[in-house]
């Protein structure tokens, strides 16, 4: 049976985040609370169930409008040479620097994605991705470390431009940041993973 009150620490493990951030919530009045005699917050999970749900299409539409714009940014970015800097890109040829370039575009897309759909297919476009630079960068003989460095190269530049997009947007949804966050930290980390057990998988059959 579902306890009907609970204590910010509680709604803070519920929701995913920092216990500040829900009091710094409640002092903004985003979220309902009460207050105990002796001034401590107090939360009633139908309420708060009723606020949260209000806010989860918000989340995922004001999320993926984000996610639009920053793609933008990333090609601003990348066009500014930042790419060139790479150890592993010097490595590759013209053709395999354009499919590289690509990367951006696809990784945005594949967060999107990952944003509108369920669970299960989200874990495959992820899946499908990190496959996707695994067989790039064998292609191109990168190393298992080169080919990591690369993703992380445009895994970083998403999260730069979403941070930027944010900052400059009037999206003001307390929780837009935070599930996005959670959402790409699960996405780009499917994602790795995946590339790791490609190489892994491609040593083991070259191996035999």
Known sequence: MQVEWLRLSEIAEELGVHPSTVRNWTNQGQIPFHRTKGGHRR????EVDI???????????EAIL???????QTRIKISEGSLN???WYQKLDQEARDKYRQSSRHLMRG?????STDENEAKAEARSLGYEYATRGRRYELDVSDATKAFLFFRNSLIDSLFSVNVTSTIRSPLVL????QKIN???DEILI??????????RSKNK
């Open 43 to 46: 939360f009633k999970r139908t």
């Open 51 to 61: 606020w949260l749900n209000s806010y989860q299409a918000d989340i995922t539409s």
């Open 66 to 72: 984000i996610v639009q714009a920053a793609l933008k």
């Open 85 to 87: 800097a790479e150890l």
């Open 111 to 115: 967060l999107a994605t990952y944003l």
């Open 178 to 181: 935070t599930k996005m966050l």
């Open 186 to 188: 699960a996405f780009t």
């Open 194 to 203: 995946t590339l790791l057990e490609t190489y892994q998988a491609f040593d």
